[in-house]
Nanobody, 121 residues
Framework: QVRLVESGGGLVQAGGSLRLSCEAS????????MGWFRQAPEKEREFVGG????????YYADSVQGRFTISRDNAKNTVYLQMNSLKPEDTAVYYC??????????????WGQGTQVTVSS
């Protein structure tokens, strides 16, 4: 069983930056693709992006392309989401997940509890 815990969320002004971390425990996540999702109030969950097991392949949603960067440190069993140039529409609960494919959101089956990101205008 993989346990994922996100951290680093908070309140930031538009144009600012935040870095989210997702620390895994229970077993190593090095064989898994890791992804980030977000869900805003009254909206469906959105796949923000993913990174392959070895970190070679990354995928980003159009809405965050060029502003967000996903990275991972398998030695620390941790994945990161660097968010720059934040916009109010980025406000959501952000979840990390472990799965099979960096580009296929339906293949994720381990989830964290989420961390709130709020971007003020």
């Amino acid at each position: 069983q993989v346990r994922l815990v996100e951290s680093g969320g908070g309140l930031v002004q538009a144009g600012g930056s935040l870095r989210l971390s997702c620390e895994a425990s229970g077993r190593t996540v090095s064989p898994y693709a890791m992804g980030w999702f977000r869900q805003a109030p009254e909206k469906e969950r959105e796949f923000v992006g993913g990174i392959s097991a070895r970190g070679i392949t990354t995928y980003y949603a159009d809405s965050v392309q060029g502003r967000f960067t996903i990275s991972r440190d398998n030695a620390k069993n941790t994945v990161y989401l660097q968010m720059n140039s934040l916009k109010p529409e980025d406000t959501a609960v952000y979840y990390c997940a472990a799965g099979i494919s960096a580009v296929a959101p339906d293949t994720y089956n381990y989830w964290g509890q989420g961390t709130q990101v709020t971007v003020s205008s």
